[in-house]
């Protein structure tokens, strides 16, 4: 009996063992792998070892920058629940991604809307080269996980010290998989904005139009803060933020400069106008803050360098040196500009998500139609007028779709789990209330 016993589950584990095998290798494409060796010969060393770099940066982005960035601007009983959003999105996102965001991003496309799920699972998707590539699959696979990862954590702004963590957990996967996804097929993936001829090198619309705009929808839905307009609500740690911005900046050229996906001159021109737009809107937010408010601040210059980051991101490809210095200067002026109105019309963006990143990011998407003059791209001021228009309709469409789209998500998490921690545990702090740590201990 015994025997039979050893035998019967020594066959199991055959079995299951051919079964893991299979879901390993033959599950996620083994005639890519297969195909490695065959198409070899054009893969880039170089291009790879770029773009891989570039994916590390902008992994560096999101966790520690946008973490850091975030958490020295909320309460200090907020700052461990306000890192986690920027931490866990990486997690949550990565998933995702591999499961089926970037086959619904990037995999044939279905009517200029959505990838199919032909590549389910990154089934298919291997380290060879796909046609007209010098780098593996796999290699712009990771890269474009990373510009989802930080999309997703920067929304977290505009809720931050509010929302469940449970209920942030459900709009990520929700929101990756229904927002983010269609607008890279849009543009990047073969669908109907690409084909009309919309300009975004690194993001402009689908990572700072959508996340800013997204974030509007939370703030609108999920109401303001407890005491917010009567109590203080300063930054509990401004180095944390200053870091943040620093780490922000040195990810950001992964970001943009490796969009050109390869080490070329592409890519060093990037880096150059991703460099001077950014130095040019902290110049220009410091300016504007010091002539508005009699002083000028190290948050408004960390926030205006952020801004530029952003305006510069769909144009850092298709611009010179002293184009970026033009987009630079009206980032900084127009995001905190931006940031003022949002106490005239009284919604409660935590962190400012839509000033920066949603005004920055249609500044920046505009101006790719005005300055644009490299990188088979050309604007208004070089001869062709018609890609404002253009560019007008990627921002009016991801405008209304992440608008609308991300209310609809909201209202769909708020009817399953509820959005908003309760007003004892919002007064309490997330730190306590959602995850039973405290950030700092006093001895």
């Known amino acids: 009996m015994m025997t039979r016993v050893i035998v019967q ?25 297969a195909g490695a060796t065959e198409s070899g010969s054009s893969i880039s060393a170089g291009d790879t070892a770029w773009i891989l770099t570039s994916s590390a940066l902008v992994l560096a982005m999101t966790a520690p920058g946008l973490a850091l960035f975030y958490g020295g ?30 086959s619904l991003a990037f995999a044939p496309d279905i009517g200029g809307i959505i990838g199919s799920l032909e590549w389910f699972g990154l089934m298919g998707v291997g380290p060879e080269p796909t046609e007209g590539s010098t780098i593996p699959h796999f290699a712009f696979m990771v890269f474009q996980l990373m510009f989802a990862v ?45 084909e009309l001829g919309a300009l975004d090198f690194a993001g402009g619309t689908v990572v700072h ?34 870091i943040g911005a620093c780490l922000l900046w040195f990810g950001w050229f992964g970001f943009n400069a490796g969009s050109a996906l390869a080490a070329n001159g592409i890519a ?34 960390a926030s205006g360098a952020v801004a530029g980051l952003v305006a510069i991101t769909p144009a ?34 935590s962190l400012d998500v839509l000033g920066i990143h949603g005004i920055g990011g249609t500044w920046g998407a505009i101006a790719t139609g005005l300055f644009a003059s490299v990188g088979g791209g050309t604007g208004l001021f070089f001869g062709n ?13 991801t405008w209304v779709f992440a608008l609308v789209g991300t209310f609809i998500l909201l209202k769909v998490v708020d009817g399953i789990i509820g959005l908003r921690v309760q007003k004892d545990e919002e007064i309490l702090g997330l730190d306590l209330s959602q995850h039973n740590e405290r950030a700092y201990t006093l001895l």
């Open 73 to 102: 601007m909320v309460r200090s009983k907020n700052v461990l629940g306000t890192m986690m959003h920027s931490f866990i999105s990486l997690c949550v996102v990565s998933v995702v991604w591999v499961l089926w965001g970037y």
């Open 9 to 33: 589950n020594t066959r199991l584990l055959v079995y299951l063992s051919c079964l893991l095998g299979w879901l390993v290798v033959g599950g996620v494409g083994s005639p890519a792998i």
């Open 385 to 397: 007028p018609a890609q404002v228009g253009i560019q007008l309709v990627a921002v009016a469409a």
């Open 209 to 242: 139009i959508s996340s800013g705009v997204s974030a509007l929808a939370c703030a609108l839905v999920l109401g303001q803060r407890h005491g917010y307009g009567k109590e203080a609500m300063a930054p509990h740690n401004l180095p944390f933020t200053v």
């Open 268 to 301: 060093a021109s990037a880096f150059v106008t991703t460099n001077t737009a950014t130095a040019a809107a902290a110049l220009s937010w410091l300016v504007v803050e010091w002539v508005y408010r009699g002083k000028p601040t190290i948050l408004g210059a």
């Open 316 to 349: 850092a490809g298709f611009v010179g040196p002293l184009s970026s210095l033009w987009i630079g200067i009206g980032a900084g002026a127009l995001c905190y500009a931006a940031v003022l109105w949002k106490n005239k019309f009284g919604y409660d963006d």
């Open 150 to 194: 930080i999309t997703v954590a920067l929304i977290t702004g505009s809720f931050a010290e509010r929302m469940k963590f449970s209920a942030f957990l459900l709009f990520a996967v929700l929101w990756a998989t229904f927002i983010y996804s269609p607008l890279a097929h849009w543009v990047w993936g073969g669908g109907w904005l690409g």
